[in-house]
């Protein structure tokens, strides 16, 4: 199993930063993505970054420019710098970690961007 501690969240204004964290550990071997992944009230989760193994990122149209997703192997964790945060990116981040055949996910954690 893959236990995922996400950590980071709260409530900022608008224009303002934020730094998520995911730690993972157990059994964490043959990791080949890191991702965040959001979901607002009333709507779907959505990608909003990923890290493959490889080191190459991919990213929500929404937040390309504005947020940045990194990987510490080192630590096992993964991060989101989240800069110039806007109201509409307010919503729960889940960070998801995928080996090979399994898919786990975090507690989430609360973002809340006020105009």
């Known amino acids: 199993q893959v236990q995922l501690v996400e950590s980071g969240g709260g409530l900022v204004q608008a224009g303002r930063s934020l730094r998520l964290s995911c730690a993972a550990s157990?059994?964490?071997?043959?990791?080949?993505?890191m991702g965040w992944y959001r979901q607002a009230p009333g709507k779907q989760r959505e990608l909003v970054a990923g890290?493959?193994?490889?080191?190459?990122?991919n990213y929500a149209d929404s937040v390309k420019g504005r947020f940045t997703i990194s990987r510490d192997n080192a630590k096992n964790t993964v991060y989101l710098q989240m800069n110039g945060l806007k109201p509409e990116d307010t919503a729960v981040y889940y960070c998801?970690?995928?080996?090979?055949?399994?898919?786990?996910w975090g507690q989430g954690t609360q973002v809340t961007v006020s105009s």
């Open positions: 998801n970690v995928q080996r090979q055949g399994s898919s786990h």
């Open positions: 157990g059994s964490i071997f043959s990791i080949k993505y």
């Open positions: 890290i493959f193994s490889s080191g190459s990122t």
